[in-house]
């Protein structure tokens, strides 16, 4: 256990259940616009379909709102967050999001900052994302 820099936690986001039950990511996002995972669903789908642009907007909102949250729950800009704790996912998957879209759309150097940031905040993200 690391005292100087202890796993972060993120609090339970509603958004989540409702996209695991299949629900719309736009009306999700409309819903709870400060979800990471209904960010982070957006891009995956506009990734998918071949909008890097779209993707890269999403997952930067995405990443945003998740470093909002992290700060919120004691996070100080560096420690892990764990991939196994199921509402810190959301960010994670924005996070990978925002490294694939920018390496889409030429923007190397921040691809590679945001998948060394991934793999600080819990190598087991980017392997579980891969």
């Avoid at 609090?11 to 409702?18: E, K, Y």
Wanted: glycine share 8%; aromatic share 8%; hydrophobic share 40%.
């Amino acid at each position: 256990m690391d005292l100087l820099n202890p796993a972060t936690k993120l609090p339970v986001d509603p958004a989540s259940a409702l996209l695991a039950d299949g629900a719309d990511p736009v009306q999700v996002a409309s819903k709870y616009p400060t979800s990471s995972a209904a960010w982070a669903a957006l891009a995956e789908e506009a990734l998918g379909r071949g909008f890097a642009v779209e993707g890269y907007a999403y997952a930067r909102t995405g990443y945003h709102r998740g470093l909002d949250a992290l700060r919120k729950s004691g996070w100080r800009g560096t420690g892990p967050v764990p991939w196994s704790h199921e509402p810190n996912q959301g960010f994670l998957r924005a996070l990978y999001a925002l490294s694939q879209a920018a390496t889409a759309i030429g923007e190397t150097d921040e691809a590679l900052r945001c998948a060394t940031f991934l793999d600080d905040c819990d190598p087991e993200a980017a392997r579980a994302l891969a």
